[in-house]
């Protein structure tokens, strides 16, 4: 064989190995990560029943001071937290020391303040469990047991970017009226023989109270983020107009995902995949009203959607709104991480884990069967859409490598 037959055979074979080479190991890291996400989710799996416990005996820091140390900007609270009922505990039972109309918005809340300083928002009963809200899918009053749920899911689902939620029942004649501002007690009234009140928001009126049972309400209260961590607003770019007969740009014009990808900050970083994850979670519990979102004040895009507000959701189980998927279908993109936790989910999975998760809450039953059930149904339209992004794009487009690297020091 000639020298130069030889170089060139030599050559081809060089080009070979490492082609093989870096196959073999992308394989290996593929499979690696994927490994890791089964340990994760058996992991999640294990944790599922947070009994509401009080004790903390391993340590001598208030709930309170756990909780807010929980906080980076990836995530609310770590994948392991053996303290996760304590803090809960101490949210559906310490003593209110001031209650206060709720910070502004367009639902009514309360804001009450708990013995040790820990600011809660409290939303009120307004339906009943099998209760279902006709209409839009962002119509009626906030659901306080959609918060309870939503916060389960996000656990459920590895997120971690939903600030902790349980449910509360309060004495408004005990508890709330006598350390209410002036502001709030002005919106108590008796309606035949329960206490209601209807406080000050956007949508708030004297003639739709929200009322107790005798004097008895039920109700979820969500932890206030520390105030280390402010936050900053940002409007959702696949939010909604609200106004009839006019349709946002998402809605008509199905290149509109690539003019996102070329705005700041989802031209860069983990925001976009973030507005994914998120149009995951909303169409699972059913919330078409994620108008706008917040994140960590002056984060340059590099810190988490935080899923606030989630009470808009599990208002009608037979209603699928398959247009809170517009930025799946029309980004055709996704985190491995979700990909696999989703499929994970699947044949019953999701429906049973979460049954499990909320459990041992105070207000537990705290979804409706057919609640449950919509939720292993919206997990299969989830997995369709994106095998017919993978169809149509291939999988080494569609699935993205992203996984953030979590601080807690």
């Known amino acids: 064989m000639k020298l130069k037959q030889r170089v060139v055979l030599l050559a081809i074979l060089l080009v070979i190995f490492i082609f093989t080479k870096v196959f073999l190991i992308d394989n290996l890291d593929t499979s690696a990560a994927n490994r890791e996400d089964q340990r994760a989710f058996h992991r999640m799996m294990a944790s599922l029943r947070v009994e ?7 340590t001598l820091q208030s709930p309170w001071e756990i909780a807010a140390q929980w906080v980076v900007p990836r995530e609310v609270y770590p994948e392991e937290t053996p303290e996760l009922g304590a803090v809960m505990h101490a949210m559906s039972t310490k003593k209110i020391i001031k209650a206060d109309v709720g910070y502004k918005g367009t639902q009514l809340k309360a804001l009450l303040i708990l013995e040790g300083g820990q600011k809660v928002v409290f939303k009120p009963k307004r339906y009943a469990r099998d209760y279902v809200v006709e209409g839009e899918p962002y119509a009626g009053y906030d659901r306080h047991n959609a918060e309870v749920a939503a916060f389960h899911l996000d656990r459920i689902l590895g997120f971690r970017r939903a600030p902790l939620v349980v449910g509360r029942f309060v004495n408004l004649r005990t508890e709330i009226k006598p350390v209410a501002t002036e502001q709030l007690l002005g919106t108590f009234m008796t309606v035949g023989n329960n206490t209601c009140f209807y406080g000050k928001c956007y949508y708030c009126r004297e003639t739709e109270p929200a009322c107790a049972d005798g004097d008895i309400m039920e109700g979820s209260v969500t932890l206030w983020l520390p105030d280390v961590w ?37 031209d860069s970083g983990p925001r976009l995949l973030d507005i994914i994850d998120t149009a995951i979670f909303d169409y699972l519990i059913g919330n078409a009203d994620r108008h706008h979102y917040e994140s960590f004040q002056d984060d340059e895009g590099a810190s988490m959607l935080i899923l606030l507000d989630n009470a808009k959701s599990f208002g009608n189980p037979a209603l699928d709104e398959r247009s809170i998927l517009a930025p799946l279908y029309q980004c055709c993109i996704i985190r491995v991480s979700t990909w696999n936790r989703l499929n994970y989910l699947k044949n019953g999975v999701l429906k049973s884990a979460l049954k499990t998760a909320m459990s041992h809450d105070p207000i537990s039953p705290v979804l409706s069967d057919p609640h449950l059930d919509a939720l292993d149904q919206r997990l299969l339209s989830i997995l369709a859409t994106v095998k017919q992004c993978t169809d149509q794009f291939g999988p080494d487009v569609v699935l993205v490598e992203d996984r953030m690297t979590l601080s807690h020091l």
């Not at 509401?52 to 391993?58: A, F, N, Q, V």
């Not at 939010?239 to 700041?264: F, H, M, N, P």
Request: glycine share 4%.
């Open 52 to 58: 509401l416990d009080p004790r903390l005996d391993h």
């Open 230 to 266: 402010p936050l900053q607003k940002h409007r959702h770019p696949w939010g909604r107009t609200y106004r009839e007969g006019k349709l946002a740009r998402w809605e008509y014009d199905e290149s509109y995902c690539d003019a996102v990808k070329k705005t700041s900050p989802y």
